[in-house]
């Protein structure tokens, strides 16, 4: 598979992980040796960081119906690592009363190579 279409390919499931509130879906793109710089939230490394981002993802899907739109700036292919960059617009609805919270950030996000596929 073409390095530039299997990262849209993983970015698709991004979205759809938002989309249907599934963090596991969102978790098996993630690499095992994960390093999460989220804004507002502590960095994560390796396991700690996947099982905090499992967290965020539950307690966020507990709260809001989640709709994220990726806008993919960019995908540059550099040997076995890549990079690609862009906005997430990510619509949060509150499952209670209140109204939707529109949150559009810039990301870069660093993929290398799984070398099974």
């Known amino acids: 598979m073409d390095d530039v279409y299997a990262i849209n390919v993983a970015k698709t499931e991004i979205r759809e992980a938002y989309n249907t509130a599934d963090p596991e879906r969102l978790l098996a793109v993630m690499?095992?040796?994960l390093v999460d710089f989220s804004d507002r939230r502590p960095a994560g490394f390796g396991q700690g960081g996947r099982e905090a981002l499992r967290a965020h993802l539950e307690a966020l899907f507990s709260t809001y119906t989640a709709r994220l739109s990726p806008i993919i700036m960019?995908?540059?292919?550099?040997?076995?690592?890549a990079v690609d960059y862009g906005w997430?617009?990510?619509t949060l609805t509150p499952k209670a009363e209140g109204e939707p919270v529109y949150i559009r950030t810039r990301y870069l996000e660093v993929w290398k190579k799984d070398?099974?596929?």
């Open 31 to 33: 690499d095992e040796g």
């Open 74 to 81: 960019e995908i540059k292919v550099m040997g076995a690592t």
């Open 88 to 90: 997430h617009e990510l």
């Open 115 to 117: 070398k099974t596929r």
